[in-house]
């Protein structure tokens, strides 16, 4: 399953020297990925407010290969990938929209655990979580 996310980056975004501060990246692919939930149909209220189930991210990585600045159209791809029963990571790559070439302006990576958040120990991801993880967005 993949998914595209289109996003302008903001004055907000940026840093001192006018390109996207490092950790905004991440917070542009979290987007993409709450995003890609709601295009799944998953209510969004619901999922982080669900007192049963938490998933949160264990892991994360950034390589940034151009610069980006404010003003600037992105094209953020999306893949997820499960790992095991309990986790799953998802693969971003960052192109200029349109992605009128192939030159990728940064890769990022997150990874999540599934689990019960009042004992904090790791639980199976819910049928819809590996339905989202396994069905392209398109086939929803």
Known sequence: MSFTYLRTIRFQD????????FSNVLAICHEAYEASLLS???NLKDFFRNP???IPIVHASVDFFRPMFCGDRLC???????LNDNSFEIAY????DPKLTQNCLAKALTRHVCINP?????????PPMIQWLTTGIDDL
């Open 93 to 96: 790559e960052i192109f200029p």
């Open 52 to 54: 049963e189930v938490a």
């Open 118 to 126: 009042r004992d904090r120990r790791r639980q199976p991801l819910s």
């Open 76 to 82: 953020v791809e999306l893949t997820p990938h499960q």
């Open 14 to 21: 940026t840093d001192a020297a006018g390109v996207v501060y």
């Open 40 to 42: 799944a149909e998953f």
